[in-house]
């Protein structure tokens, strides 16, 4: 298609084509102008590929409005259409731009293809993490019953070099060690649905989730004594990843056991609570660890940084953690410090 702005816009192509982002011209809904950053993202050959159709043929914005932050600016999520038909996750901010008296709508887009697949590998890095938590909590929970299955084999054993096993005793210490092992593999029937890599939504409530995230770390919370209470209350179904939204939690209840460790807090305690309006369910999870220096709270969900040593800490729990609320849960997460501690909120949309 022959473009009737092609000397019109002789003037500024040398400028739009050397920005790094795709820039699209609209007038009425149609591209008049492009640059070269755009036809390499969408994978065209020429500008007259694109040039004259409407603008909604290559910009697909998703069913509901999606912000993100970039370089302290606001910008709406996209998806382009490629000259292929693939989906291109974009990021576009639009405004108007007078040209030789006449107004057009300058689209500003940058291709996020690259800054997806770094997100990907930091959330497997993150669950990594989590699952090292995981496999570090089942060996704890299996210490106890290994540890009393041993000691009834070397009673049973050392029975029968004395020659005194009757079979009432020798029928007692196999229900003994069955009931263990009974103990061993409900543990890992507890533990088997986080470790899978699954992408499907459920069906839950979300005090529901909690108490069983609960469940899964109390022996590490019993250890140090530390104290939780959960509201009991009644609320409606959301339709979610459950195994990610739990990742979300067990991150910030992992953080206030080390935080009450690394404080040396005495009686520590963690209260959950929730609310729910028409649009969306709160979780709040407020501790009594000391809180968290104001000059550094408002960095907590930056990536790889953290407050604890290079050990114990990889920065990634609480970023992994704002990037599930924020793009599959149509939430936000915050944190405030409280008296005496902090609070985490976790806002889920419904």
């Known amino acids: 298609m022959k473009n009737k702005y092609e000397s019109f816009f002789n003037e500024i192509n040398q400028v739009l084509d050397s920005t790094i982002e795709g820039i699209l011209l609209l007038e009425d809904g149609f591209i008049v102008n492009i640059n070269n950053s755009f036809i390499k993202i969408l994978g065209y050959d020429t500008k007259n590929e694109i040039i004259g159709n409407l603008a909604s043929g290559c910009l697909m914005p998703s069913s509901h409005e999606t912000f993100i932050e970039y370089n302290n600016n606001m910008f709406q999520e996209i998806s382009l259409l490629s000259k292929e038909g693939n989906a291109i996750p974009a990021i576009i901010q639009i405004k108007d731009i007078e040209i030789k008296n006449k107004i057009f709508k300058m689209v500003s887009i940058l291709d996020l293809t690259e800054l997806k697949k770094k997100e990907s590998l930091l959330i497997k890095q993150s669950r990594l993490a989590a699952m090292g938590e995981m496999i570090s909590m089942i060996a704890h929970q299996w210490r106890q019953p290994l540890t009393a299955i041993s000691a009834a084999i070397i009673h049973l054993k050392f029975k029968i070099s004395m020659n005194k096993v009757d079979l009432d005793f020798f029928d007692s210490k196999m229900d003994e060690i069955n009931s263990y092992l009974q103990y061993t593999s409900n543990t890992i029937d507890d533990f088997k649905d986080f470790f899978k890599n699954d992408k499907i939504k459920h069906h839950f409530c979300l005090n529901e989730l909690v108490q069983h995230t609960v469940d899964l770390i109390l022996p590490t919370l019993k250890v140090h004594e530390i104290e939780i209470d959960i509201e009991n209350k009644k609320l409606n179904q959301l339709f979610l990843y459950e195994n990610e939204l739990l990742q979300v939690i067990l991150n910030i209840l992992n953080n206030a056991r080390d935080a009450f460790v690394e404080n040396n807090i005495k009686n520590p305690k963690i ?80």
């Open 271 to 350: 209260d959950i609570s929730f609310f729910e309006n028409e649009k969306e369910q709160h979780i709040l999870i407020q501790d009594n660890a000391g809180g968290i220096p104001e000059n550094i709270i408002n960095r907590v969900f930056e990536p790889y940084f953290s407050t604890k040593d290079d050990l114990n800490g990889t920065g990634l729990g609480l970023y992994m953690s704002k990037i599930i609320v924020e793009k599959h849960c149509k939430g936000k997460i915050l944190v405030n410090n409280t008296n005496g501690g902090c609070c985490f909120k976790i806002v889920i949309g419904k």
